[in-house]
């Protein structure tokens, strides 16, 4: 047996003896002692010890049937993957003006049209269901709950259609909260509605400072009023976009939603990120202040630092396993306001990056989208590629106008992956 | 032989894995949920 290709050894903070054992692929870790490692290649396991380790994946039996299984890793996540999803970009239109925002000049006041929403309905109709058992819609936007009745509507014939199939049909909300009201809530919970992810930029100066109304009022009292009366009824979960110099204000926010009733008990998971600068293409003219590159060296500070705030007040956040792109499942789409189909949102609008349209239907996009681009000897014997697969082709075509090639995330994880085991393992995720 | 081995946390199972949208790493900001 060797160790595996994907498995990290971090010292353990206890002891100077042993060492951290953590699986990339498996999201498992161990400690032992440091011999034990001269102890995996010279075959001088117990049995018991060398079952364990590779029930965990950490030892593996050769690198080469290693290697082949993660070339079909993918097909694998797809073949078990029973649920059809999709995300609806509703509109791109928006009651708040963020200072930020990632669709940029691609908004306006442009709706789905009765047109586009039958014909999503026959596209999702027509679908293969053989080996699925749910259908599961994100509605997104611009601001989703702008489109209230045609949320109601799409999820009422697709509900439909899942019942007479025997499949569950749920849908969630990525939503600014400022409509998210009881009344909504009340007539969509009965149609799906699941849960809903809801942004706040840090405590209400920050928030209303990058978050305003268009009219420029700040939006924060009346999200955090809104999440107060539907956190019972509903999933909610929180996230937050921050900057270099917004990051540090963000604890404040956690200790707010604590006093106002909105703990762990009320929240699901809390996960905030760093504002991610657009291409030029579609940037809002006045706004640089997000990050280029995770590679910034302050973004690696920014993401543990919080998600050590996170966990420190008891709330949820994802735990670090391989999690790979909406992309590389077969059976997952974006559809925007016109019905052209996307593989992510970030695509949105951008030349060449659809996948068809749900008129004609769609193309195969594993060429053109460089899915299989991380399939090359290095990727293979990187240890962080279950966590990465390639990277984020957003981030590849923002930088490089280009989703061809891998966006080598080595030097992130060098340096994040490390504290976050620790903060899985201090935390029991 | 004694078991020299402490586990800290269990793996993952496949199932779970399918569950996942974004990577840490490569992530649209606005989308995870």
């Known amino acids: 047996m060797k160790l595996s290709r994907y498995t990290k050894v971090y010292p353990s903070p206890d002891s100077a003896d042993s060492v951290i054992l953590f699986s990339t692929k498996r999201a498992s870790a161990v400690l032992v002692p440091k011999d034990l490692l001269a102890d995996i290649e010279a075959g001088r396991l117990s049995g018991e010890e060398q079952a364990e380790l590779a029930g965990l994946g950490l030892?593996?039996?050769?690198?080469?049937a290693e290697r082949q299984e993660m070339l079909s890793y993918i097909q694998d996540l797809n073949a078990r993957d029973r649920?059809?999803?999709f995300i609806v970009v509703l509109n791109l239109d928006c009651n708040l003006a963020c200072r930020y925002c990632f669709e940029g000049t691609r908004k306006g006041k442009k709706y789905l049209s009765?047109?586009?929403?039958?014909r999503f309905v026959e596209f999702v109709r027509t679908r293969d269901y053989a080996d699925k058992d749910e259908i599961r819609i994100t509605f997104y936007g611009g601001e989703p709950l702008l489109s209230v009745d045609r949320?109601?509507?799409i999820s009422g014939r697709i509900g439909s259609f899942a019942e007479g199939?025997?499949?569950?049909?749920?849908?969630s909300l990525v939503t600014n909260g400022?409509?998210?009201?009881p009344q909504a809530v009340k007539r969509l919970r009965p149609l799906g509605l699941a849960s809903a992810k809801v942004t706040l930029d840090g405590p209400k100066d920050v928030h209303d400072a990058f978050r305003p109304f268009k009219g420029g009022a700040g939006s924060f009292d009346v999200i955090l009023r809104h999440l107060g009366e539907v956190a019972d009824v509903i999933r909610i979960q929180l996230g937050g976009n921050y900057t270099k110099d917004s990051y540090r204000r963000f604890p404040g926010l956690l200790d707010l939603l604590r006093e106002r009733g909105l703990g762990p008990d009320r929240i699901a998971a809390v996960k905030f990120d760093p504002v991610m600068n657009e291409s030029s293409?579609?940037?809002l003219p006045d706004f640089r202040d997000g990050c280029s590159s995770m590679d910034e060296p302050w973004v690696t500070e920014a993401s543990v630092q919080l998600r050590e705030e996170i966990l420190k007040r008891g709330y949820a956040t994802p735990k670090t396993m391989p999690s790979p792109c909406m992309m590389e499942r077969d059976h997952s789409f974006v559809m925007d306001h016109d019905g052209i189909l996307y593989k992510c949102p970030g695509l949105i609008g951008r030349q060449g990056c659809s996948v068809g349209d749900v008129r004609s239907g769609t193309a195969p996009c594993r060429d053109s989208h460089g899915l299989d681009d991380w399939k090359n000897e290095e990727c293979l014997a990187c240890a962080y590629l279950p966590l990465c697969f390639g990277g984020c082709k957003y981030q590849k075509i923002v930088r490089e106008n280009s989703m061809r090639g891998v966006q080598c995330q080595k030097a992130y994880f060098d340096r994040v992956l490390g504290p976050l085991v620790a903060q899985d393992i201090r935390y029991g995720l | 032989m004694k078991n020299r081995i402490v586990v800290l946390k269990k793996?993952?199972?496949k199932e779970q894995i399918v569950e996942g949208l974004c990577c840490i790493g490569s992530f649209i900001p606005y989308l995870w949920h």
Do not use: N, S
Request: no cysteine.
């Open chain 1, 59 to 64: 030892i593996a039996t050769d690198h080469a």
């Open chain 1, 83 to 85: 649920t059809m999803k």
């Open chain 1, 114 to 118: 009765d047109e586009v929403a039958a």
């Open chain 1, 151 to 153: 949320i109601a509507e």
């Open chain 1, 165 to 171: 199939r025997g499949m569950r049909y749920r849908f």
């Open chain 1, 178 to 181: 400022v409509l998210l009201t």
């Open chain 1, 281 to 283: 293409e579609f940037a």
């Open chain 2, 11 to 13: 793996a993952v199972e």
